[in-house]
Nanobody, 115 residues
């Protein structure tokens, strides 16, 4: 079955950086879109970024543009999210997802931005 395992979260100060990774298995990695979504405390899921696993395609939410960069490693079947200039409002549980509605997603990795 589809398995998505996120890693790389942690506690970082405002302005800091983190790199999240998502290891995938159980489906054909090529030629699909993969997504990063997040859920802040007390809020719903928010789409953050999307990346195509074969073509040169990425998309970002306005909140992520200019600060976050999605990438992929097709050989390792992983996607990553490089997050720079983090802000307290980026604090959330971050998931990688197989679908845009995040119905198929991993267990998440916590990102906390606090001084």
């Amino acid at each position: 079955q589809v398995q998505l395992v996120e890693s790389g979260g942690g506690l970082v100060k405002p302005g800091g950086s983190l790199r999240l990774s998502c290891a995938t298995s159980g489906f054909t990695f090529s030629n699909v879109w993969m997504y990063w979504v997040r859920q802040a405390p007390g809020k719903g899921l928010e789409w953050v970024a999307a990346i195509h696993t074969s073509a040169e395609g990425t998309a970002y939410a306005d909140s992520a543009k200019g600060r976050f960069t999605a990438s992929r490693d097709s050989a390792k079947k992983t996607i990553s999210l490089e997050m720079n200039n983090l802000k307290p409002e980026d604090t959330a549980l971050y998931y990688c997802a197989r679908d845009s509605g995040a119905k198929v997603r991993g267990q998440g990795t916590q990102v906390t931005v606090s001084s």
